[in-house]
């Protein structure tokens, strides 16, 4: 987790839009800046996390969910406000597509199908969609080159 976080506040000052980034180990992170604040990063290591910005009011702790894709398909993910740090916008955050640690099935064909989905939707999405009941926003289609081949090869890295 801690690798993950690192990479979070390392996008914190370089250019706006789609990036996709890797860390001296190869793993990689997919992320979104905007103005300078990270509004949403995919990436794996130990964990696969997933970080956004939560639609309308944040809370500092405790359990939550988004809806994530495009306007005909949508993933919704359960989750857990987390306290955004300096000029970072995310307030959201999911890890392991909801699995528990100790769940015999993470990283295993019913994760996979999940993480299939989850980036069938967002690969698709022109915009993506970030929602939370009546709240929304939308980041333009992902432009980074290659992203899904390098996110697909997260599990159990």
């Not at 987790?1 to 706006?16: K, P, Q, V």
């Not at 969609?129 to 709240?135: E, L, R, T, Y």
């Amino acid at each position: 987790m801690a690798l993950f976080f690192l990479l979070l506040l390392s996008a914190l000052g370089r250019a706006d839009g789609w990036k996709l980034e890797f860390d001296s180990r190869k793993l990689p992170s997919l992320s979104y800046a905007e103005n300078g604040a990270m509004m949403f990063q995919l990436g794996c290591g130990r964990a696969f996390g997933l970080h956004a910005k939560y639609p309308g009011t944040a809370k500092k702790a405790g359990k939550a969910s988004i809806a994530i894709g495009r306007v005909r398909a949508r993933v919704t993910l359960h989750g857990e406000f987390e306290e955004p740090e300096g000029a970072d916008q995310t307030s959201f955050v999911q890890w392991d597509l909801g699995f528990s640690r100790q769940d015999p099935e993470l990283f295993g064909k019913r994760w996979q199908k999940a993480q299939s989905r989850l980036l069938d939707v967002i690969e698709r999405a022109d915009p993506l969609i970030i929602s939370q009941g009546p709240n929304s926003y939308r980041l333009p289609r992902i432009d980074a080159a290659n992203w899904r081949s390098a996110i697909e090869k997260c599990g159990g890295a």
